[in-house]
């Protein structure tokens, strides 16, 4: 129903909100529509957020309740399309917050973690239950704060690292060597590639931090320019 629209206009902020259900966007609009510095995007976030960019370049801060079920599309959406603010704040699925600050050599550690911690530091602050919300979720909820970070690699972001990415993590139980050459990356290429940044191509994705991930991506872009 709007809380933290409520706070946000409260506090002053110029605010730039996106709401896919009709019901409640007319809500929102009925509530907040004369409000100086209130604009409503109603549609699907995904659909809708280059409209906004282009209309209203881009965000100071992003933060909001996610939905569950599209919850890490939209982080990846943001990230992978330079909206990269210097901080936002999401309530997610405990177990996408587990991802998104899992630790290499994890269970939860993945190609979306890689995309988060590859530009932002990514932090757990609290649980919340599901009496916290209405309608109730059927699910435990987190708030996980996201702070850029200054020395990510130079690839973060860019969608062929994130492709590249999700390749070496496709089986997870498969070695660096044998999900790469799925996508076509040859023996040599890549055994040059490892001997250039140190990574051994036996290693599993899950074992590699985003930095080093990163360095193996540029490596083999090397080897192939080469």
């Known amino acids: 129903m ?3 629209t409520g706070m946000a206009v409260d506090a002053g902020l110029s605010l730039s909100v996106f709401e896919i259900d009709h019901g409640f966007a007319r809500y929102l609009q009925t509530v907040y529509g004369t409000v100086e510095g209130f604009r409503l995007q109603e549609g699907d976030f995904l659909q809708t957020w280059p409209r906004e960019l282009a209309e209203n370049g881009k965000p100071e801060r992003i933060f909001g309740n996610l939905p569950y079920n ?3 599309a939209m982080i990846a959406a943001l990230l ?19 991802r998104m600050t899992a630790r290499p050599g ?13 530009m932002y530091d ?6 919340l239950g599901a009496a916290m919300f209405w309608p109730q979720p059927r699910v435990v909820s987190s708030v996980v704060i996201m702070t850029r970070n200054p020395s990510g690699p130079a690839c973060a972001g860019n969608k062929d690292f994130t492709r590249f990415t ?20 040859g023996e040599q ?3 040059a590639a490892s001997e250039k940044c140190g990574i051994s191509p036996d290693l599993r994705a899950e074992r590699l931090d985003a930095h080093m991930m990163a360095a ?3 490596a083999l872009k090397q080897t192939t320019s080469a």
């Open 106 to 118: 994890d269970k939860d550690y993945s190609a979306f973690t890689v995309l988060c911690q590859s």
């Open 166 to 185: 999700r390749a070496a993590f496709a089986s997870r139980r498969k070695t660096l060597r044998n999900n790469l050459k799925a996508i076509g990356i």
């Open 70 to 72: 599209a919850a890490s």
């Open 80 to 98: 992978e399309n330079g909206l990269t603010p210097q901080r936002m704040v999401f309530t997610i699925q405990k177990e996408a917050a587990a």
């Open 189 to 191: 290429q890549l055994m």
């Open 216 to 218: 193996l991506f540029l």
């Open 122 to 127: 990514v932090r757990k602050a609290f649980d």
């Open 2 to 4: 709007g809380a933290m």
